[in-house]
């Protein structure tokens, strides 16, 4: 339901582009540097239209007398008694002057304007006697002047913060031999998708490991931002590859810039980007990652310039300008990509003492709050324009995951204090659980997808990340339903491992289904796919944490196993395009999220507990740790924490 106070007070409609000039000084320079040519051209037409004016129209002082403030200015007079008259300080003279005295004053004044008027026009003759190419030489002299002069602006020193407690980013050895070894294979898997991508793609977003070259997806826009590189520098630094982190922060402090004409996702942006460098800061502690990521925040808030403050999908990272995917229920925002940046906002607001991330992901879940949701599940998609939902889609998966993951880390990534965020998941789980989570005949636990009424029993390997979520969000449960959430996400673990049991290369689908006999094995060939994913390693771990049941690093190892076999190829590792044929085809592409999710996850997996503790850390949707905050020190207004 629309909800009246989300319009704008004057209950006019905001256009979409609502971005004023001054909202971007820095594009509002450069356009007055390039129309500088023309502007040049108009003033000079206009001084010589002045000129002519000036001399060629009849003189109506012969016809009629007019004061002129100018006249008034230049003539000093003190004798009010004669008609003159005082306005506001400045006299008016009367009309019993001395006529000879006034005529060689307005001739002085007529010759000072000619000269001014003429020395103009030389002036304006010398700008046009140069070259187009002195002129635009001149013009990106300007120009250049005004980017260093921003990028002074951003990179100025951010007030020092006390940093919270950072346990556990250099432990985590195994004294077992075999886990040690275990891990170790880890960690060379990591070495190679990171040596390849070093020689064949650097500074490209991802690499394309048999054709051996950079590659990119319109998440990332038209521009090379080093997304492999942003993404592994936490899991590089965890496995104690210090010389390949180093390199990549050469690259960033180099090489990254967001004043780039390219339009991004907000949501990839932010988790795998913002996500990436907080981590590199808190893990590292060097100042480059925290000012990459406020330079690159700011360059995403343009994104919430909408009617009702629900973000765009995508926004021009130069221009500011914002919009959503085509293809998403009428121009609707996606629940999973607006609900999901609360974690880096927050870092960012406590990191720079600026509260305007905290306050743009607040007003999204406030407004969230207010609203109506059929059968209590929230639809994947809402609309920015009008703050109404669009299609009621519900998903745990693709669409909807890691909005419901998000309000568990909220709460506890604020040590617990924000138990709005705690209330909000317990709610939606109740939800899910009662309409979504269905036993297969088999006897398999699955969380399908609801759409208009009904239930579709098929889950995505997306939707296998919830085993962990709901082990994680168990202690702290209502009703004391801890030992209820564990199981639960025991059950999803073990039909997430069925769905890579029951294939050829022991991988899973990327999405599989429950219906006429078929149990989590996936039925369309454009379903068949592995690209890489972490999500079913994901709950491994996370259910190791929680029960160390060896189950779990068995299943890992699995996989380990099955990835190093099917997916490595000499060029780094690639996804296959059927998990269900013996001799598999590759798509080519190695995911950022490979090095930022699925070898850390597993590597972790393979670690001691003490390896970046879950009471210390919270992990983002793309495996970036960011630490437990002790919110109850700080003063964000309006923090649920901080009441
Ligand atoms: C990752 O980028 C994140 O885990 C995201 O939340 C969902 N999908 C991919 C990996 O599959």
Do not use: Q, T
């Given at each position: 339901m629309t909800t009246p106070a989300l319009l704008p007070l004057s209950g006019r409609r905001l256009p979409p582009l609502n971005l004023g000039a001054s909202a971007f000084p820095h594009h509002r320079a450069t356009l007055r540097l390039s129309e500088k040519f023309i502007l040049l051209l108009i003033l000079s037409a206009f001084i010589t239209l002045c000129f002519g004016a000036f001399f060629f129209l009849p003189d109506s002082s012969k016809h009629k007398r007019f004061d002129l403030g100018l006249e008034d200015v230049l003539i000093p007079h003190v004798d009010t008694s004669k008609g003159g008259k005082n306005l506001g300080g400045f006299l008016i003279h009367g009309q019993g002057h001395d006529e000879h005295r006034h005529r060689e004053e307005e001739e002085r004044l007529r010759n000072k304007i000619r000269a001014d008027h003429e020395k103009a026009l030389e002036e304006a003759k010398e700008k046009l006697k140069k070259s187009r190419d002195e002129i635009q030489a001149e013009i990106q002299t300007e120009k250049n002047k005004v980017v260093q002069e921003l990028k002074k602006k951003d990179s100025k020193p951010l007030p020092p913060v006390p940093l919270p407690n950072l346990v556990g980013i250099n432990s985590g050895e195994p004294a077992d031999p075999d886990i040690r070894e275990k891990r170790n294979k880890v960690k060379e898997m990591m070495k190679h998708a990171w040596d390849n991508y070093r020689q064949?793609?650097?500074?490209?977003?991802?690499?394309?490991?048999?054709?051996?070259k950079g590659h990119s997806t319109n998440i990332f826009g038209n521009s090379q931002m080093g997304a492999t590189i942003v993404d592994a520098l936490d899991t590089l630094y965890i496995m104690g590859l210090h010389d390949e982190f180093r390199e990549g922060q050469e690259w960033i402090d180099k090489n990254l810039d967001f004043s780039v004409n390219s339009e991004v996702s907000v949501f990839e942006v932010n988790i795998r980007f913002i996500g990436g460098l907080l981590a590199a800061y808190y893990l590292s502690g060097q100042e480059v990652f925290k000012i990459k990521a406020v330079q690159l925040a700011g360059k995403l808030l343009p994104a919430f310039n909408t009617p009702t403050g629900i973000p765009w999908a995508m926004v021009n990272l130069k221009s500011g300008v914002g919009r959503n995917w085509g293809w998403a229920s009428a121009g609707s925002s996606i629940l999973a990509e607006f609900g999901t940046l609360h974690m880096e906002f927050v870092h960012l607001s406590y990191l720079t003492g600026d509260p305007v991330y905290y306050n743009k992901v607040m007003h999204i879940r406030k407004l969230l709050q207010k609203m109506d949701r059929p059968n209590g599940l929230y639809p994947n998609y809402l609309n920015p324009r009008t703050g109404r939902w669009g299609q009621h889609h519900t998903s745990v998966g693709g669409l909807g995951d890691s909005f419901y993951e998000y309000l568990l880390k909220a709460w506890l990534m604020s040590d617990k204090t924000d138990t709005e965020a705690r209330k909000m998941y317990d709610d939606a789980i109740e939800a899910i659980e009662k309409h979504l989570i269905r036993k297969s005949n088999g006897g398999l636990t699955f969380i399908g997808e609801w759409k208009n009424g009904h239930l579709e029993r098929k889950m995505g390997h997306l939707t296998c990340f919830a085993g962990g979520m709901f082990a994680l969000g168990a202690d702290g449960s209502r009703d004391d339903k801890a030992g209820h959430y564990l199981q639960l996400g025991a059950e999803i673990a073990h039909t997430c491992h069925e769905s890579y049991d029951r294939t050829a290369l022991k991988l899973g689908p990327e999405a599989f289904k429950f219906d006429g006999g078929v149990e989590a094995v996936a039925v369309r060939q454009n379903e068949k796919y592995y690209i890489l994913r972490p999500e079913v390693i994901e709950t491994y771990w996370y259910m190791w944490r929680f029960t160390h049941d060896p189950k779990y690093r068995q299943w890992g190892w699995e996989a380990i196993q099955a990835i190093d076999k099917y997916c490595r190829v000499s060029g780094g590792f690639s996804g296959v395009k059927?998990?269900?044929?013996?001799?598999p085809t590759y798509d080519d592409v190695q995911q950022s999220f490979f090095l930022a999710e699925t070898l850390k996850y597993l590597y972790l997996l393979f670690s001691n507990d003490d390896l970046l503790p879950l009471d210390n850390w919270v992990f983002n949707t793309e495996a970036h740790p960011l630490p437990v905050l002790h919110l109850a020190n700080t003063t964000l207004s309006g923090n649920p924490a901080y009441r």
């Open positions: 064949y793609g650097w500074g490209h977003n991802e690499l394309k490991p048999i054709a051996r059927d998990v269900y044929s013996s001799s």
